[in-house]
T-cell receptor, first 113, second 112 residues
Framework: DTGVSQDPRHKITKRGQNVTFRCDPI?????LYWYRQTLGQGPEFLTY????????KSRLLSDRFSAERPKGSFSTLEIQRTEQGDSAMYLC???????????FGPGTRLTVT | DQQVKQNSPSLSVQEGRISILNCDYT??????FLWYKKYPAEGPTFLIS?????DKNEDGRFTVFLNKSAKHLSLHIVPSQPGDSAVYFC???????????FGKGTLLTVNP
């Protein structure tokens, strides 16, 4: 059973550095989502893709954030010039065509020092 | 503006008893509701969902009830087991918008 996978699981970086995370969705799932979760909060929507098209971006996604899904399969989320406020768990989820349930990966824990 | 609210940050129950987790929402456009379970350092795991055309959905020990007029849903776990101890999130989506809006979660502790 190949669920959603994310890499890396943990990332520690210094303020001002760039980081990139990868998400591999469940095979054949055409929708892919990125969420961010901070302590004591539920996951918050960042952006989503239908195949390779990025269809919505949250206002939480500042200009320092960019996401891609070049071939409609895996996706990357890049944060440029990281700030301490970017420290969070970054979650990826995928959803099948016609489905309503999103399946989450294990997340990438980012710590900005 | 929190559109999905879980007003109980924590709940403690005895093994074998019923656990009832509650969730309220404010957005009338929401028409699909989901419950997720989350262990520390892991991603949320999908548990059960319900469409707004139904008022109840059951899957094994888990039942979700939806009261649209009150904009309220609840998750019942019967019987509760120690392995159910986790944070439970309520989530909603609606209309042409597929993204999920989550509550802040309820920490369930099931005591042996």
């Amino acid at each position: 059973d190949t669920g959603v996978s994310q890499d890396p699981r943990h990332k520690i970086t210094k303020r001002g550095q760039n980081v990139t995370f990868r998400c591999d969705p469940i095979s054949e799932h055409n929708r892919l989502y990125w969420y961010r979760q901070t302590l004591g909060q539920g996951p918050e929507f960042l952006t989503y893709f239908q195949n390779e098209a990025q269809l919505e971006k949250s206002r939480l996604l500042s200009d320092r954030f960019s996401a891609e899904r070049p071939k409609g399969s895996f996706s990357t989320l890049e944060i440029q010039r990281t700030e301490q406020g970017d420290s969070a768990m970054y979650l990826c989820a995928s959803e099948s065509r016609g489905g309503w349930e999103q399946y989450f990966g294990p997340g990438t824990r980012l710590t900005v020092t | 503006d929190q559109q999905v609210k879980q007003n109980s940050p924590s709940l403690s129950v005895q093994e074998g008893r019923i656990s009832i987790l509650n969730c309220d929402y404010t957005n009338s456009m929401f028409d699909y509701f989901l419950w997720y379970k989350k262990y520390p350092a892991e991603g949320p795991t999908f548990l059960i969902s319900i469409s707004s055309i139904k008022d109840k959905n059951e899957d094994g020990r888990f039942t979700v009830f939806l009261n649209k007029s009150a904009k309220h849903l609840s998750l019942h776990i019967v019987p509760s087991q120690p392995g159910d101890s986790a944070v439970y999130f309520c989530a909603a989506s609606g209309g042409s918008n597929y993204k999920l809006t989550f509550g802040k979660g309820t920490l369930l502790t099931v005591n042996p």
